[in-house]
């Protein structure tokens, strides 16, 4: 059993919208729920606050952590495929320093990039592996926990980004990709899917072929950023207005 759960080889494919991927789904939704319900309750606790933001560095970090030993144990550790340089896995080290300095320029990163690539990745996972693998476990902890970082830093630290950190959050996140295309060309990878689609399906199937799906992208990004921004700041705030008049 063990050794089947850490096993390199895929002995069952991992398939979108099964009942595992579901249940995976509502385990972190009933996660963000609970955290969003106890908000106040953790805020008036600091030991409890920081008891939750340990917890959840601590997940970050585990997850990164024994993704790399299992790439070192096996055998299948290789530049061009397993450095941290996705998306989500830039966004879990920068969550990681935000939770630990409480950072806000890490916020409005983790916040807008991290919940728009990992909220992505959990519903159309680039994953080979069906549960109960260890890499599926390990991808569903890493990815949620990146946006439940974000969240503690919205519900419990009252981290309140402004319009203005959206094109910052844009510029920076373009930076970062124009420095991981740079990696990509010397090492001929792919990480960030910035010389092509992945494998499995995701929502850049929806907008051509390159380079035009990464011009997609970028007005996909500052669509999601700016629904983040409405959902979680302006639109609570109009109705809070309502409610008190």
């Not at 549960?131 to 890493?142: D, L, M, T, W």
Request: charged share 15%; hydrophobic share 60%; glycine share 4%.
């Amino acid at each position: 059993m063990t050794a089947a759960f850490f096993s390199s080889s895929v002995s069952e494919p991992f398939v979108a919208f099964a009942p595992a991927h579901l249940a995976a789904l509502a385990l972190f939704a009933i996660a963000a729920v609970l955290l969003f319900a106890f908000r106040r309750a953790i805020r008036a606790r600091p030991k409890c606050a920081f008891a939750l933001r340990m917890t959840l560095l601590g997940a970050l970090a585990a997850s990164e952590a024994a993704l790399n030993i299992w790439y070192a144990a096996r055998g299948v550790w290789n530049a061009r495929f397993t450095l941290p340089l996705e998306l989500c896995s830039l966004m879990l080290l920068a969550a990681v320093l935000m939770l630990i300095t409480r950072s806000r320029f890490l916020a409005g990163l983790v916040f807008f990039a991290g919940i728009g690539g990992a909220l992505q990745a959990l519903i159309t996972p680039n994953l080979a592996y069906a549960y109960p693998h260890f890499r599926f476990v390990q991808f569903f902890v890493a990815h949620a926990a990146i946006i439940l970082s974000a969240l503690y830093m919205v519900w419990i630290e009252r981290f309140r980004p402004t319009w203005r950190t959206v094109p910052t959050v844009m510029l920076s996140l373009n930076v970062i990709a124009l420095a991981v295309y740079l990696l990509d060309r010397l090492l001929d990878a792919n990480y960030m899917f910035l010389r092509g689609k992945p494998d499995t399906p995701s929502v850049l199937d929806l907008f051509g072929d390159y380079p035009w799906y990464i011009l997609a992208e970028e007005a996909l990004a500052l669509l999601t950023f700016a629904l983040l921004h409405v959902l979680f700041f302006v639109l609570p705030d109009a109705l809070r207005r309502l409610r008190d008049r």
